[in-house]
Every structure is written in C-alpha cells, then in structure tokens.
C-alpha cells in the first residue's frame, strides 16, 4: 500500500472486530524456539511484523503453517543461533530470540537493533539481564554475542520497566538452575499472556503482572497451544475513530480486561462508552472536551496510544497537555498535525495542543506505526481530503484498513 487517501467529515457508523495484538503474538511465537516439537498459535493478526518474526524463526529452522489466523510450528530441526541484520533492523521485536537461543544453543549471535524513529531503544536491559542469569556478553560489530553453558537463576532489577526486556530475560530464566526474581518488571497484558503461554509449556512463572515476576526454572519446556488476546491499541484506536467523527460503533471482541486507562480519558474527552452484553458501544456528538494525558508503563496511558489521542484533541474546546514520558522522540506526528491545520507545540517532553474548531485535509507523511494511525484519524474528522505517503508503517501493525459495517 504506498498511501491512503481520504475524504474526511463522514461519522463512522456500524462495527468491527478487534485482531488478535500484534505485541502479544510476536513473543508467544518466539516462545516456540524453547520447546522441542509441534506447537499452534490462534488468532494471530495478518500483519508484516509478524511476517518478518516467522521469516525469522524459519531462519532458525522452525518449521511453519499458516492456516488463516492458525499458525502452527515445528521447532523439532532447529539449525542457528543467529538474527541477522537484515531480520533485526526491520523489526526491533526480533531481540526477542536472544534469551530463547540461549537457552536452546547455549550460545546466540543476534543482530544489534538499529535507530528509530521514536527513541534510541537501547537493549541493555536485555543484556544486563542475561548477564545476571550467567551469560558472557560481548557486542562487536554489529552484533550481541551471548554465551553461558547453563543459565543460573538471579535476582533482576529493572531500572525502567521494559515490555520486550521483561519478555526476554523471562524467556531466558524458564529453564535456569533455580529461582530468578525480575523486579520493576514491565506489567503489561501482553507480558502476562506470554507468562500464560510459557507455563502451559511446563513454566513455573509466579507474579506476571504485578512488577515482582518469580521464576523456578523447570528442566524443559514441552509444545502447547495458545489463542493471542485482542489488541487493546487497536480497540483504543478504533474508539478514537468513533469519537473524532462524531460517529456510532459497536466494538466485537472488545478487551475489557486491561482498557481502564483509555477508557477513562476517552470518556473525559466527552466520548460516550458504554457496555452492551460482550460488545462495546463508542459514540460521541463531535464535541471534545480538553483533556490532559501522561504516557506511562501499564496500568498507565499507553505511549502507543499517544499519537492518536493527540489528533482527538486537536479538535477539543480548549488546551490540552500531553506529557511523553516512555519514549523521548515520540513527537514526530506533530509536524504532521500542524500542516491538517492543528495548533501544537513543543516543549520538552510535552505536547501543549490547543484545540481548533477543525483539521483540514493535507498531504501528509507517515513516520511510525502508531504515528500513521494518529493521521488516518485526523484525516477521518478533516475536512476535504487527506493524502499520507509512507504507510507502509501502517502495514506493520494494523491488519487492514476495516470496514466498519453499517
Ligand atoms: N529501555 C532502556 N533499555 C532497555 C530497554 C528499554 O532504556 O534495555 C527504555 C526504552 O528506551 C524506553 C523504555 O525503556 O524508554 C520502555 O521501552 P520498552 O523496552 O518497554 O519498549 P519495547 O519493549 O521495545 C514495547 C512495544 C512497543 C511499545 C513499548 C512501550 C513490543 C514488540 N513493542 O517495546 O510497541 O511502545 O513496549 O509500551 O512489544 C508499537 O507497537 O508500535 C510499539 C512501539
């Protein structure tokens, strides 16, 4: 797809399903690599990332199907232990086979992840994290050498929560001598439900979801199956489609579970949201109320739904500040808002937004995932038409462009 153009001012009406979540299947089908045989994963989303985690895994030799959202994995002929560049640069996520490799090889060699466009992303984390577990790391040219014999079970402390570190170094300690202990680890849902898939494994993890995980390491692991939960920032993004056009729709497979904080402020922006049996009914009457946000590790405002509640109260009666406090060059859509007409500044790591009667449509251009969704929106509520380029960032992530049924 090279770009979407829309013509803005029509109130979405009607309902959609969510997918299954992006950043929950991507570890749920690295976690295959631990486990020697045939393992299923359902309701994985069609999107590219997950095709580049499977091009990578097939790399390593696990063997893959793909029957609609099925996948199924042989990981009985695993044959390397390394992530190549070219596997890495284009997804960050691919670091997420180191602590798997290790454990199966004894050793990994795993590309370094490169720049990007929300923030440096350092994985020293993940490093120090392997390193407490035993590992000898060392990183030259380009790529993380890891190596340890047997891995020891430790006592981690994260400096920041991390979603991904937390995911690996829990990969890693699984099947460790003894018991490891990651503190301020990351309480996301999707570091939850790889601690479920990994103890239907065999696993002993203790805790995932409060910030002490516990782990006893077990001898090994054995295949299993698992369903990936619904993707709570597409929901997000979706109730904002509802709310910037003054729209109606009904939400399918809603996940009600872990939404609280993008229902609340979606509610203090004046959009209505209310429970229908297992359905989510989001409208609103064009009017947004100003609305500050904080992103936060979870149970806080998620970063990735930043961009898009930014373009929401673009259009809001009053000021609005929105403070970026997970990732520190997360502000790249802003330039974007601006040339749609919105009146937002920069300073320091918040956004002051002040609200404009309207969003006009522009040319505009994509620059990340999330990113690209915060424009289709504010090209849905813009008057005339709008034109993003780059939407391949799109493509990453969200599983198609959906109809909304009327
Ligand atoms: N950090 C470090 N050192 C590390 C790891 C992280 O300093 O070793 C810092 C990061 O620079 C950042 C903060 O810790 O400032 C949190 O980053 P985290 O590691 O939690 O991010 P991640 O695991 O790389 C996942 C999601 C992101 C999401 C973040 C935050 C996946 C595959 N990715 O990334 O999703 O924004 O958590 O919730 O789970 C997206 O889907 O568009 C996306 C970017």
Redesign the pocket.
């Known amino acids: 797809m090279d770009k979407i153009v829309i013509e803005g001012g029509i109130k979405l009406k009607g309902e959609v399903e969510i997918s299954g979540s992006?950043?929950s299947a991507?570890?749920v089908l690295v976690s295959s690599l631990l486990a020697d045989g045939k393992s299923v994963v359902h309701n994985v989303p069609g999107l590219r990332?997950i095709k580049t985690i499977k091009t990578l895994l097939k790399h390593l030799g696990i063997r893959i199907e793909d029957k609609g959202g099925d996948v199924y994995l042989d990981s009985s002929h695993l044959e390397s232990f390394e992530a190549p560049y070219e596997l890495v640069k284009t997804m960050?996520?691919s670091v997420?086979v180191l602590g798997p490799l290790l454990v199966r090889f004894g050793r990994a060699k795993v590309s370094l992840p490169g720049g990007c466009a929300?923030?440096?992303?350092?994985?020293?984390?993940?490093?120090?994290g392997l390193e407490m577990l035993g590992a000898d790391i060392c990183v030259d040219h380009g790529y993380v050498f890891a190596e340890a014999k047997k891995l020891k079970g430790a006592r981690i402390y994260f400096?920041?929560?991390?979603?991904?570190?937390?995911?690996n170094i829990m990969m890693a300690a699984v099947c460790a001598e003894g018991r490891s202990v990651l503190e301020n680890a990351?309480c996301?849902p999707?570091v939850v439900e790889l601690s479920v898939a990994l103890n239907r494994m065999g696993a002993n993890i203790n805790g995932a979801g409060t910030d002490t995980i516990t782990i006893d390491g077990v001898k090994e692991l054995h295949p299993a199956e698992h369903t990936i939960i619904p993707d709570r920032?597409e929901a997000g993004t979706y109730m904002i489609a509802a709310g910037i056009t003054g729209g109606d729709v009904l939400i399918k497979n809603f996940p009600f579970n872990y939404m609280d904080s993008i229902v609340m402020k979606l509610k203090e922006a004046g959009i209505f949201i209310k429970r229908e049996g297992g359905l989510l009914r989001v409208t609103a009457n064009g009017n947004v109320a100003h609305t500050n946000v904080k992103t936060l590790?979870?149970p806080g405002f998620?970063?990735?739904m930043q961009a898009q509640f930014m373009s929401l109260v673009s259009i809001a009666g009053g000021t609005s500040v929105i403070a970026e406090t997970?990732?520190?060059n997360r502000f790249m859509h802003v330039s974007e808002l601006r040339r749609m007409g919105a009146d937002i500044s920069i300073e320091g790591h918040s956004a002051i937004v002040r609200g404009v009667p309207f969003l006009s449509g522009a040319q505009v251009m994509a620059t990340?995932?999330?990113a690209s969704a915060s424009l289709v929106l504010a090209g849905l509520a813009a008057k005339g038409i709008t034109e993003i380029s780059r939407v391949y960032h799109l493509d990453?992530?969200c599983a198609k462009v959906k109809r909304i049924k009327a």
């Open positions: 992006k950043n991507l570890p990332d960050r996520a997420l929300i923030g440096a992303r350092p994985i020293n984390l993940h490093l120090m400096d920041t929560p991390t979603v991904t570190g937390t995911e990351a996301e999707e920032i590790p979870y998620p970063t990735d997970v990732f520190e990340d995932l999330r990453r992530g």
